[in-house]
């Protein structure tokens, strides 16, 4: 099992940015898929973006154009670099980590955008 530390999650004013890291335990090199989720108070989680382990990227509607994910091997770590923050982006953001056995979530880090 692994374990999945997020970190950069705060306050921001709108319009502005934070970035996101997710720290694995382990090489990341087993997880074909790697992603950042997002869950605001009474409503589903729902996935922002992800990579894949050869590189594809892929987002919610919603985030592109805003919002880039990235992933460093060499660190076992993957990024969340979001700028054009809107009220709308307020949530707790979830990494997450997938292999074929298996789907691995971290505890998740609190974004607030608000003036």
């Known amino acids: 099992q692994v374990q999945l530390v997020e970190s950069g999650g705060g306050l921001v004013q709108p319009g502005g940015s934070l970035r996101l890291s997710c720290a694995a335990s382990r090489t990341i090199f087993s997880f074909y898929v790697m992603g950042w989720y997002r869950q605001a108070p009474g409503n589903e989680r729902e996935l922002v973006a992800q990579?894949?382990?050869?590189?594809?990227?892929n987002y919610a509607d919603s985030v592109k154009g805003r919002f880039t994910i990235s992933r460093d091997n060499a660190k076992s770590t993957i990024y969340l670099q979001m700028n054009s923050l809107k009220p709308d982006d307020t949530a707790v953001y979830y990494c997450?980590?997938?292999?074929?056995?298996?789907?691995?979530w971290g505890q998740g880090t609190q974004v607030t955008v608000s003036s």
């Open positions: 997450n980590a997938k292999t074929i056995e298996s789907s691995s």
């Open positions: 990579v894949y382990s050869g590189g594809t990227t």
